[in-house]
């Protein structure tokens, strides 16, 4: 993400909405300073809607919080005597346009407290819902809207592994943008709101997928670019056992490496992207191989310098998995004698087999499989398939390109002897109807990406991470849990 994108993502998501519900805070006789301070501007939205003040209790409960959040907004949109159900969505939705619409609007008014008797009576709101329907309207109308801010503008996403280190680590909660790609509409319509694939607790399906619609996204504000740091839906899922529909596959988030129709190679760990070298990012990670005089390293260094996944080679051997930042300050200490990157010349068996067992490409009916003598550090070269490219069907390329032919293009795909039939029809030829993207994870040496599974076809695109809003920090102290120096940092 560039400043550009990242100054008008933050005008429009936070900037806006604060200015608004500044003015509507004047509107109501308190200083709109207040709007601008986290949770407590909710505190205040509370007390103007007359709502009891134990509510913001209810926005500190993970899950319950934003549902309570919507029903607070409700309430002061009401105050303001916004009370069709179109002012709550525009509201609670789009309130980056409509607070400070409302906020600079002459004839919207503070009227009161919107929960009060005395408001309902005055303004003729029904005093005939129980407490038990009020909370039932309130609950169906927030996971409403909060579906509708989920799917067409904003979700959070929190980083599960460490593919993405140091660029982003374990406990990061990002703001993806469904604005940026353009919005994808559901594909799987009938699921229970907030889970995405997998019901908490009882752990079924938490989808139907009975119904399911095509792939369609609306307009965007660019397309997916080189460099830019995606998530997207794991495109394995769609095998056995779980066989899920696209939408509700696994979420992932790796780093785009290759665009539609480029080509791509990776030598000596090193990505080319049609024979230019790549910019590789700058906290990215991967192995090396460290040579000192046999003392220990301070466990300290290891903290500061973001050292992991040591391992001893012989007594004054080891490897470690840090960012080139982290070994250039390691050089300088006068117990370490050389570091070297620990990269696997091509040709040789990949190590990280042990875990990965297959590397991109393996096509399960491919007979007499070529052997590419690929591996992480060395691969390729590879086209990535474009919408209406063309590509030749031989020993070679059917392996690369057979399984977004059948799996996400939807054709039948055989092979019988050397003929290759797709929809039952002899061809040696395939014109792709989708584009596709090769994804990486910076962490290069600890990280499940395209050279390991392959293509993601662009009807997987999730959105594009802004940046990191919260970040949490599960092996430190209580007191050190949040990592304040990571908050509202921009993703590079």
Known sequence: MNVVEFVIAF??????????????????????????????????????????????ILLLIPGLGFLVAIGIVVDFVKSYGKFSLSEHIAGVALSFIYFPKWGFDKNTKYLGKSASPEFREKYKISLKKTATREWADAIIFAVIAATLIRTFFIEAYVIPSASMESSLLIGDYLFVSKVNYGARLPMTPLAFPFAHHTMPLIGTKAYWDGVELPYYRLPGLSDVKKGDVVVFNYPMDADSPLYRPVDKRENYIKRCQGTPGDTLSVVDAQVFINGKAAITPPHGEMKYVVQSDGSEINPQLISDLHLSDIAPVNNTTFKVNTTAQSVKALKDYSNIKAITPDITPRGIADPLNTVYPELFPK?????????????????????????????????????????????????????????????????????????YYFMMGDNRHNSEDSRFWGFVPEDHIVGKALFIWMSIDDNASFLNKIRWSRLFNIIH
Do not use: C
């Open 11 to 56: 005008i429009i998501l936070i900037i806006l909405p604060y200015v608004g519900l500044w003015k509507l805070f004047e509107k109501a006789g308190e200083p709109g300073w207040q709007a601008i301070i986290p949770l407590y501007n909710f505190y205040v939205m509370i007390k103007l809607s007359g709502r009891p003040a134990w509510w913001f």
């Open 363 to 435: 096509y399960k009916i491919t007979p007499n499989f070529p052997d590419f003598k690929w591996n992480v550090d060395n691969y390729g070269p590879i086209i990535v398939p474009k919408h209406g490219w063309k590509v030749k069907l031989d020993s070679l390329t059917f392996p690369v390109y057979g399984r977004a032919i059948e799996i996400y293009e939807g054709n039948k795909v055989q092979v019988v002897g050397k003929d290759i039939l797709i929809n039952g029809v002899k061809t040696d030829s395939y014109t792709f109807k989708l584009n």
